[in-house]
């Protein structure tokens, strides 16, 4: 792997950070140009890397992922944009266009988008990643490594659908959050000690995915197996449906993948 700079030492960086190190860079060879104090402390202690108060200080290693906030892009970027020669731009900014993000780059052209997510953290992301038909070979390949670090990619051919890939996967991880929230409070409403209720729907979660992982089957052929005619799963499922549940779900993501597309208009308004 090669050396590394992020730009942007949060909570993705730190993931993915912690990927790279788990699959053998070290540490030495990744530097973070993070502005705050107590994220630069952290990722010292945690994983030994070298770490920067501002850009100015940074050697910029041929590979540069940028972590920073959306909304902070466009500054970073031209604070990079002089001091870019051949090198590797992986961004994992949600909604940020590669044509916007080039041109506040100085017309930089060896530009990877990505959209990964928070199971990064533990080596079980799932990364989308879009590269402009000029991009070689050679730098795909580079920032599939990146995020193969902390997870599984798949790559898109067509720079808009990362706007769905945001909504499924990236902002997915909260939807799942949010399910796993719920399922415990209604355990609690029936009955259960909290934690009682939190591992039956956290082990019922991994279990599931697992299940359909590891079996192939299709999620609705698993389903059919769990309902038994007259029994108690299809009624609940009965529940879910008259809830709305389905197409609150479509709604979410269409809501999501809109507001990725909005934040890429914003933005990519900024000259
Ligand atoms: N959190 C998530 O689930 C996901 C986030 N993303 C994207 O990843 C990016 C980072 O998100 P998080 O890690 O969640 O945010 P975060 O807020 O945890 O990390 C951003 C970091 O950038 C630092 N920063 C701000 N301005 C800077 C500058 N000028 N120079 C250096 N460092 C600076 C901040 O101090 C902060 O530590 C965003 O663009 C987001 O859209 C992508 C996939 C999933
Ligand atoms: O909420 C967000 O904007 C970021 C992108 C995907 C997950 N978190």
Redesign the pocket.
């Known amino acids: 792997m090669h050396k590394v700079s992020f730009i942007g030492g949060g909570n993705m960086a730190a993931a993915i950070i912690g990927g790279l190190i788990a699959s053998g860079t070290q540490p030495t060879d990744i530097e973070v140009v993070e502005v705050n104090a107590d994220a630069r402390a952290q990722l010292s202690a945690r994983f030994g890397v070298v770490t920067h108060t501002d850009l100015s200080q940074a050697r910029l290693h041929p590979l540069l992922v940028l972590a920073v906030k959306p909304q902070s892009l466009p500054e970073v970027a031209a604070a990079l944009a002089t001091r870019l020669a051949g090198h590797l731009v992986v961004s994992i900014a949600?909604g940020i266009r590669v044509a916007d993000l080039a041109r506040w780059l100085g017309g930089h052209a060896r530009i990877v988008r990505t959209m990964p997510n928070t199971p990064a953290l533990v080596r079980a992301g799932i990364s989308g990643l879009y590269a402009s038909p000029g991009v070689d070979a050679d730098a795909r390949s580079q920032a599939e490594a990146i995020l193969r670090a902390v997870g599984g990619v798949v790559w898109v051919d067509d720079e808009t659908r990362l706007d769905a890939v945001?909504a499924v996967s990236?902002?997915g991880p909260a939807y799942v959050f949010y399910f796993i929230e719920s399922l415990e409070a209604a355990g609690v409403a029936q009955g259960l000690p909290a934690e009682t209720a939190r591992q039956l729907a956290l082990q019922t979660f991994f279990g599931a995915a697992k299940l359909a992982l590891e079996s192939g089957e299709e999620p609705a052929v698993l389903r059919q197996r769990v309902t038994s005619k007259g029994g108690t799963t299809e009624r609940g499922l009965a529940a879910l449906d008259a809830a709305g549940v389905r197409a609150g779900i479509g709604q979410a993501v269409e809501a999501a993948s809109r507001r990725s597309a909005e934040l890429g208009d914003e933005l990519g308004r900024l000259a």
């Open positions: 949600a945001t990236g902002s």
